[in-house]
T-cell receptor, first 115, second 115 residues
Framework: NAGVTQTPKFRVLKTGQSMTLLCAQDMNHEYMYWYRQDPGMGLRLIHY???????AKGEVPDGYNVSRLKKQNFLLGLESAAPSQTSVYFC??????????????FGSGTRLTVV | SQKIEQNSEALNIQEGKTATLTCNYT??????LQWYRQDPGRGPVFLLLIRENEKEKRKERLKVTFDTTLKQSLFHITASQPADSATYLC??????????????FGKGTHLIIQP
């Protein structure tokens, strides 16, 4: 049982380049999330999904797009990377009404540097 | 806007003592509050959940209290050990839509347990 797997783990991009971060979960969770974590800022929600084919904006969605074509996968895209998007990106998943039982399961993160 | 505050400075505790971490929030009416542990280079790991109608929850050496009047949660680690050294994150959430719209995280408190 792998939980939540993020790829790649590290990436360096040049300004203006595009890339896609992949998140895969094997727990049959309905909800999936993308967060970014910056020093002194904590975790901030970028986008989330409540099920296959659905996505919604979080706190800091600008400059990112997402897709959830399959229940187990949640993709985060950067169309034209900017230095301000240098961050550590975390994917998480949870059951519906997870708060009755527990919390999120997080991946190990993707460290992205935009130069 | 909603705000979550955790001790920004590192908390140094001697091994064997009780570590107490604080989470305060404003402009928010959470249905539940969660605590996560994060080690360097890793994703957060869920520890404990407490709901708005609960005053206290325990799990082994961990204890969480939740005071919705003071808008505060306290997280205690008893008989602390060097292995407890990590960053601890507080997170708040609503039950609206089955909890779908994501947790709001504090910036975390770095706890150091000294032998």
């Amino acid at each position: 049982n792998a939980g939540v797997t993020q790829t790649p783990k590290f990436r360096v991009l040049k300004t203006g380049q595009s890339m896609t971060l992949l998140c895969a979960q094997d727990m049959n969770h309905e909800y999936m999330y993308w967060y970014r974590q910056d020093p002194g800022m904590g975790l901030r929600l970028i986008h989330y999904s409540v099920g296959e084919g659905t996505t919604a904006k979080g706190e800091v969605p600008d400059g990112y797009n997402v897709s959830r074509l399959k229940k187990q996968n949640f993709l985060l895209g950067l169309e034209s990377a900017a230095p301000s998007q240098t961050s550590v990106y975390f994917c998480a998943s949870s059951q519906i009404q997870y708060y009755r039982h527990g919390g999120y399961t997080f991946g190990s993160g993707t460290r992205l540097t935009v130069v | 806007s909603q705000k979550i505050e955790q001790n920004s400075e590192a908390l140094n505790i001697q091994e064997g003592k009780t570590a107490t971490l604080t989470c305060n929030y404003t402009n928010y009416s959470p249905a539940y509050l969660q605590w996560y542990r994060q080690d360097p280079g890793r994703g957060p790991v869920f520890l404990l959940l407490i709901r708005e109608n609960e005053k206290e929850k325990r799990k082994e050496r961990l204890k969480v209290t939740f005071d919705t009047t003071l808008k505060q949660s306290l997280f205690h680690i008893t008989a602390s050990q060097p292995a407890d050294s990590a960053t601890y994150l507080c997170a708040l959430g609503r039950a609206t839509g089955g909890g779908a719209d994501g947790l709001t995280f504090g910036k975390g408190t770095h706890l150091i347990i000294q032998p």
